[in-house]
């Protein structure tokens, strides 16, 4: 994996040097290094749930990731299949989210570096806590649990964010590691920043035609926050805002010919699949806005960041009923004229497949079509593209029939 | 009886009964069980467990006593989201969630303890009383009360001289989960005072059984018909629920009361952070202390908190030299009857 990750650093410089730079391929380069720095051996590295907050372990010097990551990693990679066999051999019921199986199965190979400690989350699933939960067990190393409660209240952001002190105590007494106050306000200044931006490349993406193409954000939004309070995440955050303000200056679309406007819900589907090339090519469909794309949350308070961290973490539509996350949606669905939702439903899934009814009911309402696919978002050898491929045609054909929602203003 | 108190549902083990008691009303389990049609699978997806998607079905079917309110404990995802469901269903039910710490150091059970505050709120605006410490104290001794006299058909189950089968203990667990704790105090005081002779199971081979939810006291019978002896549990639905709390410290009694719910023996949602994978070792711990030669393991499909944890206790089970047989059902009689031929399997193996 060290190899791996060097040589997918050294290769995407090297591009990038000779002129082929994008916003896509910064994104990737700033994935390999990170992936370098876990796999470094010299690193601190902390294995985290998804609500971590990355601004704190960044500001700490601790290379830190969540755990689903490692599972998306060997899903693009084509190196599931072993990981997740792996699980099965220790009886690991097939019914588990396959990122958790592909992370479990990773660490039983040898193949997730060893971390100083670990940081789970409760948001925003169970299944994850559990895995954390058992990597801490794996490594015998030591394990802070974030209670995230469900509900913005002031209450619950006062607690939240006495654990986010709690937790830099326990790295401290963990690893002898001090958090410095000057380098998290650094980090948190560095973390509105990118929030800024992320206002602005969200907006520029809503523009008609949308300058996005289906993959220029995939998993965008989650990755980044891993970089949340480091000068990188700003200077990725940048490259997106100036490509963008370009293609929307000169009028050009992220899909030529942009006739369908989607929205993903939830995850990507994290190996390679030609479902986003066929929406595009054959039918002018631009998947212009992922549910996880979108800011939520307030700047930081520099000089209170653990509040306004917590206040973040609160804002997340993952978090206390289905009717947060639905009225989320429908908001996304109008900023960005969608015409058509894509919800993969990954198996295994309870948090965020569970409620699909309850989704599709909700954006029906605001007259936005969805298609609940039934797909292991990880999991390559599941995937049946020509079942995929009926009824994503059969889906296409109808939004291309009916008007926008959007048309009557 | 208690007619005059209206009922609360719930549905989860956590669910602080005593409080819901102390506000005037009869806690309520809805357990999956019963017989109605399969529809919840409209709103929910099909990878969601089996005993909320039962519990949907009941309240989307009106296979439901008239409830005051519904308590959901946010102990998971498929909980969550049982109560968007439920919001969406029954509107007409009031409902509230509360949030549930997956950890029992200070801060959660401080934290929990605001929660219980809240929810005391929640039931007097459902026309509940106030709480008052000694309200809370009466009806928290009065639990307690339940959780000894449990412990001793336990125990009894345990010595072989339990005056009934598993399923019949079974069936006192249920009954004592929807009935005012007045009532169930009186009726385990009828079947704790003269164990009949010939103990049902005695001859059985001793199992320890764990688990989350299984209600179904045919269920147990099943077991027994396979040749088992069931010396203890840890069950969802069944001793977790009616457990003696420990004292807890805490400046107030909602605070000694959120440390000893929190506290308790842990559902595999809740873990010690200071001991990971601990889960293992308390079931291992509960089995040898039992007398149980082997132990089953019986969860509803699709668990994730349970999923997570059994490759490990598998391990530990086996270095612990305790034989082990993992089940999974759907909360109906038909997927455990399915099992038998395994269930009689292992039972011969332990013999």
Known sequence: MKQYFKNLESGLSAAIQNGQSSPRKLYALEIARLGARLYSGVDMVSWCGIYAPFEILNAMGVTSCFVEFIGAMVASTGTVGPMIEETDHIGYSSDACSYHRAVTGAAIKGLMPVPAFLVGSTSPCTGGVAVIENLAAHFKKPLYLLQIPQDFTENNIRYLASQFRDMAAFIKKSTGVVLDNAALTTSVKNSNRARELLLEIYRLAASRPSPVSSKDLANFGIVLSLLFGTEEAVRLAESYRDEFSRRVQAGKSGVPKEKIRLLWIQNRIQFKHPIETMLADEYGAAIVCDELNDVTWDPIDPDDPYEGIARRCLSIPFNGTIENRVKHLQKLAKDYAIDGAINPCNWGCRQGTGARGLIEEGLKKVGVPVLNLEVDCVDSRKFTEGQFRTRIEAFMEMLDQRPSPWSQG | ?351
């Not at chain 2, 440390?259 to 040898?288: H, W, Y």
């Not at chain 2, 944890?309 to 530990?316: E, F």
Request: hydrophobic residues 40%; contains cysteine.
């Open chain 2, 1 to 351: 009886m208690q007619q005059d108190k209206e009922y609360v549902g719930f549905a989860c083990a956590y669910t602080p009964l005593a409080l819901i008691h102390a506000a005037g009303f009869i806690p309520y389990r809805v357990l999956p069980m019963g017989d109605f049609p399969d529809r919840a699978g409209l709103v929910l997806h099909d990878n969601l467990c089996p005993h909320v998607k039962r519990i949907l079905d009941r309240a989307m079917d009106n296979n439901l006593p008239a409830l005051r309110g519904m308590v959901f404990m946010n102990s998971c995802d498929s909980m969550r989201r049982l109560y968007d469901a439920w919001q969406r269903e029954r509107p007409d039910i009031e409902s509230a969630i509360i949030d549930l710490p997956m950890t029992m150091d200070d801060p959660a059970v401080h934290f929990f303890s605001s929660e219980l505050e809240r929810l005391a709120g929640i039931l007097k605006s459902w026309d509940g009383e106030t709480v008052s410490e000694d309200k809370l104290a009466a009806s928290m001794a009065q639990y307690d009360r339940i959780g000894r006299s449990f412990a001793r058909l336990r125990k009894d189950a345990g010595n072989g001289t339990l005056g009934m089968g598993a399923g019949a203990l079974q069936g006192l667990y249920n009954q004592a989960s929807m009935q005012a704790p007045e009532d169930t105090i009186e009726l385990l005081e009828k079947n704790t005072a003269s164990p009949p002779p010939g103990a049902a199971g005695m001859g059985g081979v001793p199992v320890f059984i764990f688990g989350n939810i299984l209600p179904n006291p045919e269920a147990f019978d099943l077991f027994e018909s396979c040749g088992a002896r069931v010396v203890g549990d840890d069950l969802c639905t069944g001793s977790r629920l009616f457990t003696e709390l420990s004292s807890s410290p805490g400046d107030d009694i909602t605070s000694r009361y959120a440390g000893a719910l929190l506290r308790r023996r842990p559902c595999a949602r809740t873990m010690d952070v200071r001991n990971p994978g601990s889960f293992a070792a308390g079931i291992i711990e509960q089995a040898k202390n039992s007398g149980a030669l082997g132990v089953i393991g019986h969860t509803a499909k699709f668990c994730d908190p349970y999923i997570a944890r059994i490759p490990h206790l598998r391990q530990k089970l086996r270095e612990a030299g305790l034989p082990f047989i993992m089940l999974e059902g759907d909360c109906t009689l038909r997927s455990i009857g399915q099992q038998r031929t395994r269930i009689e399997a292992f039972i011969e193996m332990l013999r």
